[in-house]
């Protein structure tokens, strides 16, 4: 069993940044690929990004491609996502997931474990 806190989001204006984390608690370390999702109001939730056991390979949507990066430190078992460039689009509850995977995986259905997640708006 793995649990998952995300914490970080807020409010922003539309040009800023925001750094989400990701604390891993339980049965942790490398052993999960770690991904993060989002769903904004009235949509289907959505890939944002997706990163290694070891943290060498990442795997980006199109739509935060070279705004966001995605790192983790597996000594402290958490994942961050860094946000730059925000826009309004970008409003959404953000959530993390692990993957009991060797792959990095962008489908949702490949996680097994998930955060409460967290809100982040973008004003414009």
């Known amino acids: 069993q793995v649990q998952l806190v995300e914490s970080g989001g807020g409010l922003v204006q539309a040009g800023g940044s925001l750094k989400l984390s990701c604390a891993a608690s339980?049965?942790?370390?490398?052993?999960?690929?770690m991904g993060w999702f989002r769903q904004a109001p009235g949509k289907e939730r959505e890939f944002v990004a997706a990163?290694?056991?070891?943290?060498?390979?990442?795997n980006y949507a199109d739509s935060v491609k070279g705004r966001f990066t995605i790192s983790r430190d597996n000594a402290k078992n958490t994942v961050y996502l860094q946000m730059n460039s925000l826009k309004p689009e970008d409003t959404a509850v953000y959530s993390c997931?692990?993957?009991?995977?060797?792959?990095?995986?962008?489908?949702?259905?490949?996680?097994?474990?998930w955060g409460q997640g967290t809100q982040v708006t973008v004003s414009s």
């Open positions: 339980g049965r942790t370390g490398s052993n999960y690929v």
């Open positions: 990163i290694s056991r070891s943290g060498i390979t990442t």
């Open positions: 997931a692990a993957a009991s995977s060797y792959y990095v995986r962008m489908s949702m259905g490949d996680y097994d474990y």
